[in-house]
């Protein structure tokens, strides 16, 4: 039979001593301690990863977004801009300063008219070899509606235009220099628009002649066809030299983009914007990307000739201004770099930054600005290839 133990009532129950206790607590401290280390940089380590990945997605996207476009600068059709035909079009739509509006209120069809005021080209053409591509040094208040210049500092702005990737073909060969231009269909609705009358700035050219004219879309019994009489601002019924389009040309619309950095009201970052003119009439400021504190810009100015006096299209001077461009038809390449901020403030506590560079340049940050926000550097460099095509 089995025995069962009891402690003897005698034998007193043993416990933690107080030191003993202490000694548990202070080693739980410390690894509590040390766990919260681990944590606290983890997180950190985390954060800075995550504001790190963030500049460069909104960085490639910005990127992406300014490159497409600037791709499509000086597109004249196949004869490319430097042969467009020059004074075609006497009115432009919009021909008066929009609404205000922070940051809001670029002009309509030729903006660089609301500041170059002396030069003819850029008043009469808002598309010629000269003025297709225009950079400031700043975010010019000409380029605004009074009171609407939108918070900006130390940054960049580039206008350019070209004819659109939006393309029709002529589906029918002109019969008589007054006659519109016929095409297969209207697939991007231009018939449809209801501002400036309906009235678009239009590129129609083939391998011979380009034209900028101002054309009505319409449809009637089946066939489209695209109004160009003087009634809608062009200089006569006729294409220059009472040109005939025929079934190898396109149409094209003229637009410009204009890209700047800006703070929006109530942001704690600047971010990149666009306005576009899309032909008929300027659309509302849009918000590329945010988080982009600065856009600095180079130019490649082509300034030599080969023996026979031919520009060599290389990008043998590169101006780091835009006011050191001493020919703006020369300009053959663009080189953007962009200042990225993270979202989060104090995102480097701790990390003593050097100095940071924008295009091999010193940056200095905006007066105001966080300096805890981590920055980075991205750029890249687009050729103008509408600029560069032989010819």
Partial sequence: MKKTAFLSPREPQRGLTLVELLIALALSLAVLIGLSSVYVAVKQAFRFQENTGRLQEDANFALDAISRELRMAGYGGCTGVKKIVIGSVTTYYPSSVLSSGSPDGIAGANPLAQIETSSAEVIVQPLTSLNFIRGFDNVPSGMFASGSVPSTSGTDSLLFSGGSAESVAVSLAMPAANSPLTIASDPYGWRNATLNSGVYNMIVSDCTSSSIFAGKVAESGGVTTIAHEASLGNSSDNFSSAYLFGTDATVNLLRWNFFYVA????????????????????????????????????????????????????????????????????????????????ADDNANPGVTLATPTLLGQAYTIPTGASANRLRKEFSSTVVLRNSVAAR
């Fill in 263 to 342: 703070t929006r009201s109530g942001a704690s970052t600047p971010s990149l914007y666009r306005v576009t003119f899309n032909g008929n009439s300027r659309l509302a400021a849009e918000e590329i990307v945010s988080n982009v504190e600065s856009m600095q810009l180079h130019y490649g100015e082509n300034t030599e000739l080969d023996g026979s006096g031919v520009p060599t299209l290389v990008a043998d001077q590169w101006r780091t201004t835009a006011a050191a461009v001493t020919d703006w038809s020369r300009v053959v390449a663009v080189r953007v770099g962009l200042m990225m901020i993270s």
